[in-house]
């Protein structure tokens, strides 16, 4: 987790970024087109490095508030402090003017060149498969602080299911709940799941369709929040639990019409991990281009009860009161 | 401005409801499936008449408040409140155990019977055209009440533009403002218009894309917000005034790809009042499907900067600073 | 199991219908349009009744073949013979010149007229919801006949997983993986899964492409196959279990481009039971027309290795050969 | 405007081409791939020079009349004597033999070069945006002639509107509305507008569909006139006036269901100017291939009255006898 | 062949009608959506009958001028007449006011009631299918008048070729062919051909396209032309014989790319005797939507002359010159 | 033909590839994606040559059975044998381990080197226009063995119909009637014709549809057989015959509704000759991607009996009895 600040207002922002060591007192610095970058991107107009505090192991609270995406200029360390009920409690760095988590196991405290690449990668990375290799700023360390007998806490990256998934999945389902909260003046939203196996992806919603094509409509708006991770969105109806993919996989078979329920927004921006998407011509593979697809796996509308009716799970008779163990010997 | 209650928790719900005088103590009372058909259905369930007093003239405040959809449960009156710093003074009906604002024109007190429909219409609507006609509720007048010398303050409804569409309209561009504030971790968004001559269907974003493919990330953000009138979005560069139509129509003749930058999806909810959208089927004209359009005529990502300058207006030489006069004799 | 004959060449077919007890010596005999059917037409025409076995508790053996979709004119029998190694011992029936299987638990003689309807339904189905009620042949029993103590195989259909998914399902694999053998002039097929909980309507392909396009093709293929159950195919790589929902959907995420990888076939033939598709128009709710959707979930083709290698799952280091239990104290 | 001669037939050509000035005897000389390049290639081909007279500041009747886009081989001096009801009164030109209205205010008379090419640009052109910069032929001045205190006319061109859009406009008018003539047997076409403000590039059809799905053959053929300008082509119907830009986008939104009318061509040829459109791969930025656009704005058909009827623009009673004056202090 | 007369102008119309006999004097009168429907309106609204001359036997000529589909008011006869390079020679009906041809063989005198329908069909028609039994107007006969021992030409309509597909398909080469003429200019249109076999709803252009995209824009104006009849469009280039199926057919195999090059314009209106396309809702069978589809199945153009190549047929060495007698026995 | 074995198991595989003159040993060795370059790379991995015996004239059944795509690893001898009723009569070569037919006029005797490219090409292929030039392995000539007086077979390859088309389109109307023998159960599929003048790549398939889009059905699996060529698939009813042109044409125009009944089915794997489909990214023009075409030109299906009478043809009365002659002088 990197701790930087607006080098004009001295708002701080908390974020995480890869860095693969590349020296005695440098490593790589990936920063992609998010809150960290146009403030980087203002003291490369000052031509002054960034001061950046790098925190390894904290408080889990703290982890999940660095994966919010949120308005410009809110400082995530206070979204951590009211998930904690109590401030972070911060003490300041020893070379640079940032102030870290004072319980944090280690602090690499550096600062980002204004100028220069180096080349790096490929990295394993939260879609479950690895960017591709490129260039990336400079971080070059100046003091490096712990903890007595530090824990180094070793964010696991890659493959899905690892700490990067649930940690931004937890984040991606809080900030789209609240997007959508209104959404045609209120939903039956009974739950929303992005799905760490899709590699942050994908995003279920589950929901009660009140009228006819209301699914739809949230599906744009959970396609179109602050997150951008999210290239498919699916809604399933209220008798699905959102977490389990057999039941998302099988109302996606018996109650998807192929022509009517699947529609393809295509060339709107796209993750830049997302590997199968297209780069936009000239720039790099942090800038990608691609199809958001919305798939409607909902019920007919509460309004159109008898055919409603036809989509409700054919469970065997008794099912919910008969115990096995009476028939067995 | 129909000023109701939720018989459970008490809550004012203020909203503008058209009314076809029917006999001396009756009119129509027509519900959109929103809000107040929420409230009125709980009163159906009770079996009892839903009171209602018919607020006509007041101060422009409390109509813009009335135009809002925001969460269920939240008074419109405090929203007019707070557009006017001041708490809106009310006194309470004669008749009818609800509260109106006390410098009010008049004021119809009445109930809105739990059983029974007449048939009504056509009206014109906030659209343009005419609402087909169809059966709608009964509100039975229990009183009526006014200041000295009243001014009857009849609001325009029809081809645009009347009220209906100055006031929904600006209150649509507060909220779709507002729902766009974080898109995409927060966008370069210049002004939301949503065009009374359109009938409130079209909304267009002014925005500078800061990566491409952003702008149908927020065009998808627009058509998918707390209101269901928009389904026509249109996104506009820096150098467009959105709310000229000339300079839109310019942009989407010139900055626009039929295949790329035009998107159709399908199958979504649309507007009771949009004539041109499928009924859906065994329902009444209230409840329509159709198919929402985004156009992105933005030039080229600021990332693309020579691409980008290729859709810049020719002005004439000199166009700025030119004194007309001075050519002429 | 229904065991029936073609009153032209005597030549057996086996299937299994639904039967709803109806009165003491009647049910329903619902008839899909398949070999059943043909048969079943041809007494018709003959205005005879025709000669039902229906036989109830069997070995394994004779459920699988029941469940095969073959050439017309194949004796199922036969096939569950080939399974079992050894032809199935057959005996007469009491009352019809049918033979059945001599070991079977219980079967009902009868016959099912050749007209008449009676209305029947709803039943859950091997889609994991209910067909539709309709009208239905009438089959008339004749006699009861079976072992001593005879042990009653109530065969489970419904809500996936039940008896007829696993049946079926594995018949489908089977034929599927014969009809894509040289698809191509022969593929790199791996495997082939009909995933049962998606009520039979989803098939998974794992292959690896030797060129590019190829996984299409093959999914073509896997969609126009003997079998009309699957209307979506998927195609996975060879580094994807094809059982394992997970990994299919990590697939589709991360390696699906909406636009290029998702194809709709629409106006197709549907099978019978699928209710989210369109019933031709004048027919029964037997006879559906709807949309195939093919995925193309595989990577890049063998051919472009470098592309290729964009999708590897990044595992942990280590993965394979760590024993978590030497870092638990 | 440029008259030139067919060296074959000797029959004259007159067209607008954009000159840059690049030397003391030399400009640039465009020629998009339309009559004059035809002419052009058949000096080329006699490795010849082409005599050109640039006419500057003539009657308004000439420039509509070199607006024309008719059959090759008319002349379009002719069709501004019959716009003048009088032929044009013209005089031979001192260094080449080509004739030139005789009341010019001013004639460049010179040759474009059989080779050669220079860059020049980027200019502002019709489209309202700026062409891009390339290579152009090459002319050669030998002689200018102008009458007493001749007036210098400055052509505009550049952001709409300015005077190529108004003289190419009304010729597109004029042009497609007798190409439409006969469509169907004859249409009840009562206006055809090419919209300036679209830089030429919209083009508006006000007709009244005498059955359904007119009013889009109406538009395939405006699509495919003898103008390449218009991509975009909008029917609106006979109660909208096709000038005003605010009742076309109301037609746009009331009466256009985004499903059904709205068309997009692709891989069309497209203008030259069109920024947006893909240029052909190998080609100048002259040659280029897009998407046209079909938007049929119009009511249901005359045969379907009710239908048409729910789409009458709702005007406040008593609209057209109102004097607003009568109800002022 | 009927003649029919404009009761406002007198000027005469001359199109083909079927007959169906229904007693001694009356025969139904089929009347399409063209000119012939908007003159007998306009008896209706005098609620007048519409006097009629039916002509059985003449000129051939006079055959293709009746097939001819121009601007309303242009009487055909002349058409036949400057085919003939002579003026029709016409005399005078006797009991109704409309001059019929001196020659003809046969001319049937009468009169197309104002009211009343009588059911009628089905009949064979130029698709080469049966058009829709329907109701039509009713014919009154008042006289008969021919030449001595006339022949009755009973002109043949069913599946292609017959004389109906003929006469109407040289009508529309030609009116097409003048439709297309000026298309962006001027094209390399070497030939049009609809084809009979197609039932007239198949035009095939041969062109040499100039331009990248030409093509497509000729095809759309194929299918926008006077005649409603072709519904598919199809355009060849320069070495293929625009009347050989095997050519064309060829030609759509080997260059015609699925995605690019074959365009759906759907919801147009289409020719009342399809009876593939739909009805339109609330209509009679006369009145008709559906798709019309382009077909480019050209080279590339003339400008990318290394990728033309490619296509060019690969004929036999020698295939020109070679007698092959000269290698037989 | 060339034969070649598999080094690992010796099994024969026969195939048709062109050879192209390069020096007194040596000529070029075209080697396709299919069964052959498997067995190439085989030796390739051996760094081994690949002993091949190009047999030039031999008996009719050979050509075909070297026309087909079966598994891989079938002897294609075997399959000449079985199509003469008696082996085919084989001797060995007299410089490499390979049986030829004994009857052969000519056999080129040689080997492909394992590495080496040269330049060849362009040569007319069975698509009837010229494949690309390219680069080709190298075949190096050991011995040329022949009859006495041997009779040179030059096959004809070029535009169509040569014989290529004429032997592989019977190879692939075999095979494609296999694999559609037993889709959706059985079809009624009454003829299946590989059209040699589309170049292989267009099959028609004459069937009478048992139910509505079951023909859908039928031509994705003739788009998805074993051979490659085929990219139309078109369905025909009972009434076609399906090697007739004019009577498919007319089934495409009056059968087809273009919406509904062209489908496409991009980016799958295109046959290596067919120039207008892309060349996979980096690769020979060996590997194309384009898209497939499905026509269902079929009559409505045979349960809907009165919408499919629509469809008859209205072919004269009396002509399958009448005697032209019986009319003539």
């Known amino acids: 987790m990197a701790i930087i600040k607006d080098p004009e207002t001295g708002i701080r922002n908390m974020s995480i970024h890869r860095q693969q060591i590349q020296g005695p007192d440098q490593t790589g610095f990936l920063i992609c087109p998010r809150h960290a970058l146009r403030i980087y991107q203002k003291y490369q107009q000052r031509n002054e490095p960034m001061p950046v505090a790098m925190v390894i192991g904290a408080h889990p609270a703290i982890y999940y508030a660095s994966g919010f995406t949120s308005s410009y200029g ?10 904690l009920d109590d401030p ?20 690499i405290e550096g600062e980002v060149l204004p100028e220069g690449m180096v080349e790096e990668g490929p990295f394993g990375e939260a879609t479950g498969t690895y960017a591709m290799e490129g260039s990336t700023e400079i971080f070059k360390v100046k003091a490096i602080t712990h903890r007595k007998n530090p824990m180094f806490y070793a964010m696991q990256c890659g493959a899905p299911m690892t700490d990067t998934q649930s940690i931004t999945g937890t984040c991606i389902e809080t900030v789209v709940t609240d997007h959508l909260k209104n959404v045609e003046g209120g939903l039956d939203l009974l739950d929303v799941r992005c799905l760490g196996i899709s590699g942050l992806m994908a995003i279920v919603l589950k929901l009660r369709p009140r009228v006819e094509g ?14 951008l991770h999210p290239k498919i969105a699916i809604a399933v109806d209220d008798d699905i639990d959102a977490s389990d993919l057999r039941q998302i996989f099988w109302s996606m078979t018996t109650r998807v019409h192929g022509s009517r329920d699947i529609v393809k927004v295509p060339n709107t921006r796209i993750w830049s991990l997302d590997n199968v998407s297209d780069i936009v011509p000239g720039m790099s593979a942090m800038y990608r281009i691609g199809t958001k697809v919305i798939i409607d796996a909902t019920k007919p509308a509460v309004t159109q009860e008898t055919e409603r009716e036809r989509f409700t799970p054919a469970m065997p008779f008794g099912y919910d009161h008969v115990d096995l163990e009476a028939f067995l010997p």
Chains 1, 2, 3, 4, 5, 6 share one sequence.
């Open 74 to 83: 809110l400082d995530e360390l206070e979204i951590a402090g009211s998930l």
């Open 88 to 107: 972070v409690r911060l003490v300041k760095c020893e070379t640079i003017d940032i102030e870290v988590p004072a319980e944090a196991e280690m602090v």
């Open 214 to 227: 209301q699914a739809k409509t949230a599906l744009m708006a959970a396609l179109s929040s602050p997150y």
